[in-house]
């Protein structure tokens, strides 16, 4: 079975600084997806970038992006100039590539809490 | 419609009362995902549906716990006869191969037993 650890439950970062959220996974299978979402206090799940796991390339969305190490079955989250509305809970997640046997369901990590200090 | 909506967004309750949950995914979504989420706590995956089938059912924590879908759309989750530690918030989320299957939340319902 797949899992997800995040072993960071909170962490802060002053405004404008860069700040990284740490992941990492377990999987046997070769094809999947993994994904940071946001959740600020109104619990909305908010996607904030994807990656595909055949991709060696990491994935950027404007100040957010991603280290993603597949060998060491790492997917860490680097958020660049932070700001105060980037103070969330911040999960990580894992899903089976399309095909597989495997529902689609996402697999999540505990999350992170991200404090954004004036 | 633009994105996934449920309803109610908060619901209060009584223990041992029975209690519906409503998802609308987005429109033409054909994956259907319920989770839940206890007080700081991560998503807790509780059925999945495809169309109107619900092919892993593994998450349901008791038998007190059903939903159905129907027109491959609109899906309600069930709660019979609640227990306080039912509190939580219920996420639902869809997705298709259309959105690169990736998956779009609801804001939730946030249910308390009292």
């Known amino acids: 079975a797949q899992t997800v650890t995040q072993s960071q439950p909170e962490m ?3 405004e404008a600084e860069t700040v990284t959220l740490s992941c990492t996974y377990d999987t046997s299978e070769s094809d999947y997806y993994l994904f940071w979402y946001k959740q600020p206090p109104s619990r909305q799940m908010i996607l904030v970038i994807r990656q595909e796991a055949y991709k060696q390339q990491n994935a950027t969305e404007n100040r957010f992006s991603v ?52 | 419609g633009a994105g996934v909506s449920q309803s109610p967004s908060n619901k209060v309750t009584e223990k041992g009362k029975d209690v ?62 609640t227990q306080q530690e039912d509190s939580a918030v219920y996420l639902c989320a869809s997705s298709s191969p259309s959105s690169g299957n990736t998956i779009y939340f609801g804001e939730g319902s946030w249910l308390t037993v009292v």
């Open chain 1, 12 to 14: 802060s970062v002053q």
């Open chain 1, 67 to 118: 280290n993603f190490q597949k060998a060491a079955k790492s997917f860490s989250l680097k958020i660049s100039d932070s700001q105060l509305g980037d103070a969330a809970m911040y999960f990580c997640a894992y899903r089976s590539g399309y095909g597989s046997s495997n529902t689609g369901k996402l697999i999540f990590g505990q999350g992170t809490t991200l404090q954004v200090k004036p």
């Open chain 2, 20 to 81: 519906e949950l409503r998802c609308d995914p987005i429109s033409g979504h054909t994956a259907l995902y319920w989770y839940r989420q206890s007080l700081g706590q991560g998503l807790e995956f509780l059925i999945y549906f495809q169309g109107n089938s619900a092919p892993d059912k593994s998450g349901l924590p008791s038998d007190r716990f059903s939903a159905e879908r129907t027109g491959g759309s609109v899906s309600t989750l069930t709660i019979q006869r």
